[in-house]
């Protein structure tokens, strides 16, 4: 399809274990950004990328979560050692602009990881 | 610290009445607000956006009201259809950032 797409969609793991999940984004957005939603809460930013630039990491909640992105291509956030709080929906978005007046980002469905 | 709250979790409307969901932010810094719209198991879609030079903008059924020196902004959406029905997310920026504020959410139902 067109719009972006993340896999898994489920992911159950074991405490201690590390987590890859992957986003592809719509074909020509140069801007991707990993949000988090845990149960009851907004969504929560953890990364963004946009082009070749720097990515502002200011969100990722530790040293375990990290991201990468391959030009303006697919990107997999990597969460070490799981713990129990890292239990949520991790959701992608692309879009075609920069941050000024980011406006409309396009989601996928997102990725729910549930951690025992 | 939530900077986007949106203080009603669930509000539930008749078909064809008016849907008032509100939002307030604390960051007097953001200046581009956006709603989103988000059914079961899918990811959220953009609905509705203004710009702090303004204080309304309509599309269609959706009217979202920004009043600044409240930090205060709704959405309105009129006549309401059973196919609103979903949680809808309030978001805020600040220009030049890379990052989008996001409330809790709304779930909204309408019955038919």
């Known amino acids: 399809g067109a719009g972006v797409s993340q896999s898994p969609s489920n992911k159950v793991t074991e405490k201690g274990k590390d987590v890859e999940l992957r986003c592809d984004p719509i074909?020509?957005?140069?801007?991707l950004y990993w949000y988090r939603q845990r149960l009851g809460q907004g969504l929560e930013f953890l990364i963004y990328?946009?082009?070749?630039?720097?990515?502002?990491k200011s969100g990722l909640p530790s040293d375990r979560f990290s991201a990468e992105r391959t030009g303006e291509s697919v990107s997999t956030l990597t969460i070490q050692r799981t713990q129990q709080e890292d239990s949520a929906v991790y959701l992608c978005?692309?879009?075609?602009?920069?941050?000024?007046?980011?406006?409309?980002?396009?989601f996928g469905e997102g990725s729910r990881l549930t951690v025992l | 610290d939530q900077q986007v709250k949106q203080n009603s979790p669930s509000l539930s409307v008749q078909e064809g009445r008016i849907s008032i969901l509100n939002c307030d932010y604390t960051?007097?810094?953001?200046?581009?607000f956006l709603w989103y719209k988000k059914y079961p198991a899918e990811g959220p879609t953009f609905l509705i956006s203004i710009s702090s030079i303004k204080d309304k903008n309509e599309d269609g059924r959706f009217t979202v009201f920004l009043n600044k020196s409240a930090k205060h902004l709704s959405l309105h959406i009129v006549p309401s259809q059973p196919g609103d029905s979903a949680v809808y997310f309030c978001a805020s920026q600040e220009t030049g950032a890379n990052n989008l504020f996001f409330g809790t959410g709304t779930r909204l139902t309408v019955i038919p």
């Open positions: 990328f946009q082009g070749n630039s720097a990515p502002d």
């Open positions: 960051n007097s810094m953001f200046d581009y």
């Open positions: 978005a692309s879009s075609p602009r920069g941050t000024i007046n980011t406006g409309e980002l396009f």
């Open positions: 074909s020509g957005h140069t801007a």
